[in-house]
């Protein structure tokens, strides 16, 4: 049973039209994480949530978005998609709470592989 | 800030040899590792960790790793590989003044011929 579920698996765009990618899970957990994978590299984190408490890497850019509506709902938006935007988008999860959070692995979704044209 | 070293990009072994993946870390506070396997097209799958304790953890589909404190290493091992373990694998480090952030290195794609 799938766990930490992103939709589509697969998103073509035109070159700056909006896109949204869309991330759920059934585990109830606190963290939500989004990261960004080029090409078999290592994944590049973008941001992520605490509940509703937003934490934003240094170096995303403005270009990318997220939303956290619920604890089972995350949403990644790129406002205007360039060419170097094509990539893996994976949702992660985590669970939080107490502390515990640092010690548990977190639980990716199968990805969602956007190409730009 | 933490990172992740994998310095081989590449291992090749034989199936039914032992396989050995490096990995090398840096933290602030005690380090919790992980080590993932990612398929063609698919996310991260999670295959084990160290928190504390024993040095040697056991994991998922026969696969172990050794914390070593001293050469802040934890290296994924399999007594056995076999084709079907042909993966990209992926270290993972979290510090305990990190919070959250979850830091991955580069990967180390292994292949396991028949």
């Known amino acids: 049973d799938a766990m930490v579920i992103q939709n589509p698996r697969y998103q073509v765009t035109q070159f700056g039209k909006p896109v949204t990618l869309s991330c759920s899970q059934t585990?109830?957990?606190?963290?939500m994480y989004w990261y960004q994978q080029k090409s078999s590299q290592a994944p590049k984190l973008l941001f992520h949530y605490y509940d509703k408490d937003f934490n934003n890497e240094a170096d995303t850019p403005d270009n990318f978005q997220s939303r956290r509506p619920n604890t089972s709902f995350c949403f990644l938006d790129i406002r205007s998609p360039g060419l170097g935007d094509a990539a893996m988008y994976l949702c992660?999860?985590?669970?939080?709470?107490?502390?515990?959070?640092?010690?548990?692995?977190?639980?990716f979704g199968q990805g969602t592989r956007l190409t730009v044209v | 800030a933490q990172s992740v070293a994998q310095p081989e990009d590449q291992v090749n072994v034989a199936e039914g040899n032992p396989l050995t993946v490096k990995c090398t870390y840096s933290?602030?506070?005690?380090?919790?590792l992980f080590w993932y396997v990612q398929y063609p097209n698919r996310g991260l799958q999670f295959l084990l960790k160290?928190?504390?304790?024993?040095?040697l953890v056991k994991g998922s589909y026969g696969f172990e790793a050794e914390f070593n404190k001293s050469q802040t290493s934890f290296h994924l091992k399999k007594p056995s590989a076999l084709v079907s373990d042909s993966a990209l694998y992926f270290c993972?480090?979290?510090?305990?003044?990190?919070?959250?952030?979850?830091?991955f290195g580069g990967g180390t794609r292994l292949m396991v011929k028949p």
């Open positions: 992660a999860t985590n669970a939080g709470g107490g502390g515990f959070s640092i010690f548990s692995e977190a639980f």
């Open positions: 585990l109830n957990h606190n963290v």
């Open positions: 160290y928190i504390t304790g024993d040095n």
């Open positions: 993972a480090v979290r510090g305990s003044n990190a919070g959250n952030m979850l830091t």
């Open positions: 933290v602030s506070g005690n380090p919790y």
